[in-house]
């Protein structure tokens, strides 16, 4: 069914408060041309489109992947698996719908996920809620982890014994979930998924895979809080995973 002059203009207005809210003067219209934005509920659509054909043939039902996760959660338990035990005050173990098109994966909590035992809470969790909303998703319609659930003191990165303690994981998250696109939020989250060691500034906007889901890697929200002349490129990232979810 067409959508309605003021579903269009409803769209075209989300889109123009997302730039503004970035800070913009003036607008990319090139990227949005390039790009057809829409936006699809593929959970609820009845079409033969193929990602709302992959999802419906989703292998576990949400009460499954439900019970999948907190079997994990029950696994995970009290972890003493690795070092980044010792110094945390909560475990972070990941949350959102098991029903997720989206999966974003950053790197480790923070401060302020550790204290609330949610990932991105804080200041760059704002700013990656509100880029989920302009993406047309509420944050809870999407799936939020890390690569490891237990904070690195003084936010350090996690170190390599670290992350393969706590890799197996986020992929079995992963695994559950079945997200139809993985963004990856920043250096360490990428080049653990992917296995390689570019700079997130040379791969970033490409898509790559992480057993057979594709993987858009983006900069980390925290690096945009210092670096905001970077978020229309996350933008862009973003409009690349909508029409792939669109396809
Ligand atoms: S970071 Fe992961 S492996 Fe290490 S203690 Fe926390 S949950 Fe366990």
């Known amino acids: 069914m067409q959508k309605s002059n003021k579903a269009i203009l409803k769209d ?9 809210a970035l ?3 003036r607008l990319p219209l090139k990227t949005i041309q390039d790009t057809g934005y829409k936006i699809q509920d593929t959970k609820s659509c009845t079409m033969n489109h193929a990602s709302c054909i992959v999802h419906r043939a989703s292998p576990l039902n949400s009460g499954q992947k439900e019970t999948a996760l907190k079997e994990l959660r029950d696994e995970i338990g009290d972890c003493q698996r690795c070092k980044l035990s010792k110094g945390r005050k909560n475990l972070v173990f990941g949350e959102g719908s098991v029903d997720a098109e989206i999966m ?29 909303t302009k993406m ?9 982890g890390n690569i490891v659930k ?5 936010n ?14 986020i992929e079995k998250q992963v695994e559950i979930i079945s997200p139809k696109v993985i963004v990856s939020l920043g250096r360490i989250s990428t080049q653990t998924l992917i296995g390689m060691k570019t700079p997130i500034s040379k791969i970033r906007g490409h898509f790559h895979t992480f057993n057979d889901i594709p993987l858009m890697p983006t900069f980390h929200p925290a690096y945009l809080l210092r670096n905001p002349k970077d ?4 933008w862009e990232d973003a409009q690349k995973v909508l ?5």
Request: with cysteine; aromatic share 12%; charged share 30%.
């Open 12 to 20: 075209i207005k989300a889109v123009l408060e997302f730039y503004q």
């Open 23 to 25: 800070g913009f003067e």
């Open 104 to 132: 974003f994966i950053g790197e480790g909590p923070g401060e302020e996920e550790d204290i609330q035992g949610r990932p991105f809470v804080g200041k760059a969790g704002q700013l990656l809620t509100s880029l989920i």
């Open 136 to 144: 047309g998703f509420k944050r809870e319609d999407v799936y939020i």
């Open 150 to 154: 237990c904070r690195p003191s003084f």
């Open 156 to 169: 350090r990165d996690p170190e390599d014994d670290e992350i393969n303690a706590c890799l197996p994981f």
């Open 231 to 234: 978020k229309w490129l996350v």
């Open 243 to 247: 029409e792939r979810l669109n396809k």
